[in-house]
């Protein structure tokens, strides 16, 4: 019974930390219903714009914290460290809540993975915040390192990179755990969040290379997570590739 409760306490601080939405077992989630095959324009549309608009504001975030950083560093009576802790605190923002940027809806729940057919070897849902968690904290440490070479500046490219890979994993998310757009969120996380994990992490090698292996365990996963999301559709109907109305 010990550690039964001790297993749901451990599950409930993950979900916290990483803003999942746990719903009743009896709970159902609504079906799409699609009528047709034709392509959701709208749809793909605001995907774009929703991505354009959390970078942008990431961005003018960043240009904040340059402005901040510069005013902290010169005054005297702070202590030196003290840019490098508001750089990492908000580092840790970005690599935990990224979607609180977005325009889209970014609900992180449970409710799809737990309603859809998997294979076998699929992981359980409680280890997707755990591991989500785990990278997170990797995230945070080598942008650390990459804004420390590259003179405590956020507005250079490996760090806009790395905006533009959270900004898409995000944007994936609204595909696959919000609306349940199986199909259409298999090309997405392939181009998106998989194909940019690998080019941030190349761009953290080429500025440190410390920084470039400390992320190089999210590739992993998101190698593994990306052949899960295809596997899911094969399993579940292999829908249209896109968006459907």
């Given at each position: ?35 047709t ?55 840790t ?13 970014n ?73 349940r ?15 940019s994990a ?48």
């Open positions: 019974m010990t550690q039964s409760n001790d297993g749901g306490t451990v599950e409930q601080l993950v979900n916290t930390v990483m803003g999942v939405k746990t719903e009743s077992k009896n709970q159902s989630i609504p079906k799409q219903i699609v009528s095959k034709e392509l959701d324009i709208k749809a793909l549309l605001m995907y774009k714009l929703g991505t354009i608009v959390q970078i942008g504001i990431i961005l003018l975030a960043f240009w904040g914290m340059e402005k901040l950083v510069t005013l902290v560093d010169s005054y005297s009576s702070f202590p030196n460290w003290l840019s490098t802790v508001l750089a990492g605190m908000f580092f923002l970005l690599s935990i809540r990224s979607r609180i940027f977005s325009p889209l809806d609900t992180r729940s449970r409710q799809t993975y737990d309603s859809i057919v998997r294979p076998k070897w699929a992981p359980p849902p409680l280890a997707f915040p755990i591991v989500w968690m785990t990278i997170a904290v990797l995230r945070v440490i080598s942008s650390l390192l990459v804004w420390q070479e590259m003179n405590q500046q956020f507005l250079v490219l490996p760090l806009i990179t790395f905006v533009v890979h959270l900004a898409l994993g995000d944007t994936w998310n609204t595909i696959f755990t919000v609306e757009r199986l199909g259409a969120a298999v090309p997405v996380v392939i181009l998106g969040p998989w194909l690998f080019i941030v992490t190349i761009f953290y090698w080429q500025i440190n290379p410390t920084a470039g292996m400390i992320l190089a365990p999210s590739c992993v996963w998101l190698t593994v997570a990306a052949i899960l999301v295809f596997r899911i559709w094969q399993l579940n109907g292999k829908e249209p590739l896109y968006p459907l109305k």
